[in-house]
């Protein structure tokens, strides 16, 4: 089977170094790519709503899909080069169209995906798995493993639980208040006027 490196360019180096941990000696290795298709979409948009739909000659959407294509392709060399030399091969993929359904097809040919969190990074929780993170952790046919990019946060950024409010920290509830029949403006003991 295969290795799957989801190269992303902010968590590519972590990435990486798992999955030269985590790669059978001989096992093919797959760094891929993908560029979001609403790059070209939105360059092109913009430049059609400013100078109108004649002017193809000097469309940037085609400018902004070859710097993406170059930035790609730096960041894979790198993320190649990273890898060092192995006994199973490494090689590079890039795509372009939507991010977490890319992966996700390309996770159908891998035993493993390593990939990494992309969301708020600096806690613990939910929180630090971006949009397509979260989807392609939901929906790869394969095994995930997620990766912080840089070091993992303490544990005291864990978030409490349910139902705990945030003042008072993990494990810190407000207590079971008060007890049946004692809900605010009903069945109190005093009434609006202070009277039993």
């Given at each position: 089977?295969?290795?799957?490196?989801?190269?992303?360019?902010?968590?590519?180096?972590?990435?990486?170094?798992?999955?030269?941990e985590y790669a059978g000696p001989?096992?093919?290795?797959?760094?891929?790519?993908?560029?979001?298709?609403?790059?070209h979409g939105a360059a092109e948009g913009?430049?059609?709503?400013?100078?109108?739909?004649?002017?193809?000659?000097?469309d940037p959407a085609t400018r902004i899909d070859a710097l993406a294509g170059e930035n790609a392709r730096e960041l894979l060399a790198a993320a190649a080069e990273r890898i060092?030399?192995?006994?199973?091969?490494?090689?590079?993929?890039?795509?372009?169209?939507?991010?977490?359904?890319?992966?996700?097809?390309?996770?159908?040919?891998?035993?493993?995906?390593?990939?990494?969190?992309?969301?708020?990074?600096?806690?613990l929780g939910p929180a630090s798995l971006g949009h397509a993170t979260r989807f392609v952790v939901d929906h790869a046919?394969?095994?995930?493993?997620?990766?912080?990019?840089?070091?993992?946060?303490?544990?005291?950024?864990l978030p409490p639980p349910p139902g705990h409010g945030h003042e008072h920290g993990p494990g810190h509830g407000p207590g079971p208040g008060p007890g049946p029949g004692h809900e605010h403006g009903r069945g109190h003991p005093h009434g609006p006027e202070g009277e039993p």
């Open positions: 089977m295969t290795v799957l490196v989801w190269v992303t360019e902010d968590t590519w180096p972590a990435c990486v170094a798992a999955a030269g001989g096992e093919p290795v797959v760094l891929a790519h993908v560029t979001p298709a609403e790059l913009a430049f059609g709503a400013l100078l109108g739909r004649h002017h193809h000659d000097r060092g030399p192995r006994d199973g091969p490494v090689r590079t993929v890039e795509r372009q169209g939507r991010v977490e359904r890319e992966i996700v097809d390309l996770a159908g040919q891998a035993r493993l995906l390593v990939c990494a969190r992309t969301g708020d990074t600096d806690r046919p394969c095994a995930v493993l997620l990766v912080w990019p840089g070091a993992a946060p303490e544990l005291d950024t």
